[in-house]
Nanobody, 127 residues
């Protein structure tokens, strides 16, 4: 019901900033809650940030709290992840995901609850 296309990844030095974008398309695309997850080589996919369908509530993993922000522009059906003070441990493939908002506050952090995923974009932070 929704397609997600990510962009904005790249190579950045530690302490730098990067902005990722996720463009959503499909019927009622703006009605979905959305999130960012990341996966580093040899590690499990982990939750990064999430946002409700109208942008009114956001959630962050403890590892990125205070450094990352998430926002959405429903007029453009786009979700952003703004990353600052990047660290080498932030290096990973970052994925955009979407789901209906039912019970969102209870399990927004669970990758298994998101049926729609983007292709991923690589973020590499050098020290």
């Amino acid at each position: 019901q929704v397609q997600l296309v990510e962009s904005g990844g790249g190579l950045v030095q530690a302490g730098g900033s990067l902005r990722l974008s996720c463009a959503a398309s499909g019927r009622a695309a703006s009605a979905y809650a959305m999130a960012w997850f990341r996966q580093a080589p040899g590690k499990e996919r982990e939750f990064v940030a999430a946002i409700t369908w109208n942008g009114g509530t956001t959630y962050f993993a403890d590892s990125v709290k205070g450094r990352f922000t998430i926002d959405r522009d429903n007029a453009m059906n786009t979700v952003y992840l703004e990353m600052s003070n990047l660290k080498p441990e932030d290096t990973a493939v970052y994925y955009c995901a979407a789901r209906i908002q039912l019970n969102f506050a209870a399990n927004y952090f669970s990758a298994g609850t998101y049926p729609y995923w983007g292709q991923g974009t690589q973020v590499t932070v050098s020290s």
